[in-house]
Structure formats: structure tokens, C-alpha cells
């Protein structure tokens, strides 16, 4: 091979190196805008996530936005907002208020053990009862089952008194009322229904079921749990009659049993 030719050979060679160089460079240069432009994506993805977020926890939940909605109030129920219920004779001279969470353990205790002996001193006329509802456990315990419960109490006591007593009881049996350590079943409207099959008012009622479903009485709950606040009553059960606090024989709690009861009622009703 002459030295022309083989000098030839070298340039042609590197002309190949460089063109193949150039291929290469070009290739590393999309490669780099490639990556560059995901990961502008990605940090635009992340801020759009961290935004959205922002701004679904700066919206306000469904129970503060039921804080504007129109009040509905139960029939059978009194008072500027409804909220004052009061079940009885009229002759019955006396009135018991009682101060309930429908998420409340002790209260469902209380309504398992006392709750019969209640409702007959209703019935015989002894005593009158004002319910008022709360709903800070679901503070305390996190959900939203006493808000709930409590207005699927205003859709049952708008059926009537009597199935709204009847409800009452049926939510504080052990078949059904939530443990207090575990979930929080009363904000599920499907389950209150269900409790409701168990009531001869409120069987198939359809009134009552498209209440709960649709919030009707949400508003009237969320004020209803006001009351309970002003009232300055700081824990459920509470029993009153002629703004005294009635208790078992502690001197303390709310009487838990039938002849705590009895005792406490029969002082209070002689005062």
C-alpha cells in the first residue's frame, strides 16, 4: 500500500470518528432534554399534588359546610331551631333532662340497664324527659358517628315521639352500638337504617330513610349539639331535673342502676 493511500485510509477514518462523534453528542443532547424536561414534569406534578393538597385541607368539611345550610326542624320538636324536645304528659309536673351522645359507651349502658325504667315513669306520667343531644365525641374520638346518629334521631323523631324513643333505645342496644375502640359505625347512613328495620315506625319508612340519606336534619344535629355546649354539661350521661344534677350513690356519675335511679328520681320529683 502506497503512503497516499494509506494516509487515505487514516482520514477517511478519522472523518468516520468524527461523524459518529457528532451522532453521539447529538444523541447525549436529547437524551439530557429528555430528562430535563420529566423532571421539570415531575417537579411540576409534585407542586401541583402539594397544591391540590393544600387545598383540599384548606376546604372546609362537610359538617362545617352544614354549619351554613338550611335548618330543617323534626316535627314534634320546639323552640326557635328546634331543639327543644320534650316527650310526656302534659299533666306530668316535672321534667327529667337527659344528655346523650349517641357514640357514648356509658350512655349506652345506661340505657341498657335504666332506659326501660325511664320510658315507664314517661308512660305512667310521673315525669316528662328533654333530650339533648351531643356530638363531642367525635372530637374526641375522631369521625363523625354522633353528628350522624344524632340526625338520624331529628329524621326518626319527626315520624313521632314514640319512634324516636324507640330508636333511641334501639342505637344503645349491645347488638348495635359501636364499641368504643372500634369503627366508627353510626357514619355510615345504610347501618342507621338498618337499626331502623328494627322499628315498627320506622320499618320500610320512606320518609325517614331519604331523611337520613339526603342530611335533612344535619343542620338541626350541629345545633342541637350547640345546645348541649351551652349548657356547660361536660359529660354523658347527664341527669337533671329543676337544674339539679341527679346521681347514683357516689354522689358523682350519673346513676347506672334501677335503684340508684329510683332513689335519685324520688328525691328530685319530692323537691
Not at 423532571?39 to 391540590?52: D, E, N
Request: with cysteine.
Amino acid at each position: 500500500m502506497s503512503k497516499r493511500n494509506s494516509q487515505a485510509s487514516k482520514t477517511a477514518a478519522r472523518e468516520r470518528l468524527r461523524q459518529e462523534r457528532e451522532r453521539q453528542a447529538k444523541r447525549d443532547k436529547v437524551k439530557r432534554q429528555v430528562i430535563v424536561a420529566c423532571s421539570v414534569v415531575g417537579v411540576l406534578a409534585i407542586a401541583g399534588g402539594i397544591g391540590y393538597a393544600v387545598v383540599q385541607n384548606n376546604k372546609p368539611s362537610y359538617w362545617e359546610e352544614a354549619k351554613n345550610d338550611k335548618l330543617v326542624k323534626p316535627a314534634n320538636s320546639t323552640g326557635s331551631n328546634g331543639t327543644t324536645v320534650v316527650i310526656g304528659k302534659s299533666t306530668a309536673k316535672k321534667t327529667l333532662v337527659m344528655y346523650e351522645d349517641p357514640r357514648c359507651p356509658v350512655c349506652a349502658q345506661f340505657e341498657q340497664t335504666v332506659g326501660s325504667t325511664v320510658d315507664k315513669g314517661v308512660e305512667d306520667g310521673k315525669f316528662k324527659i328533654q333530650y339533648v343531644g351531643a356530638s363531642f365525641l367525635d372530637g374526641n374520638l375522631g369521625g363523625e358517628g354522633s353528628k350522624n346518629g344524632l340526625s338520624a334521631l331529628g329524621a326518626a323523631l319527626n315520624v313521632s315521639p314514640e319512634a324516636f324513643l324507640k330508636y333511641k333505645t334501639a342505637m344503645y342496644t349491645t347488638k348495635w352500638h359501636p364499641a368504643e375502640d372500634g369503627p366508627d359505625k353510626f357514619k355510615d347512613d345504610a347501618y342507621l337504617i338498618k337499626i331502623a328495620q328494627t322499628v315498627p315506625e320506622l320499618k320500610d319508612n320512606k320518609t325517614f330513610q331519604n331523611a337520613v340519606k339526603n342530611g335533612t336534619y344535619d343542620k338541626w344535629a350541629l345545633d342541637m349539639s350547640e345546645k348541649f355546649n351551652k349548657d356547660g354539661v361536660t359529660g354523658t350521661p347527664t341527669l337533671k331535673m329543676d337544674g339539679k344534677t341527679l346521681t347514683g350513690s357516689d354522689g358523682k356519675s350519673a346513676p347506672m342502676t334501677v335503684a340508684d335511679f329510683n332513689t335519685a328520681l324520688e328525691a328530685a320529683l319530692k323537691a
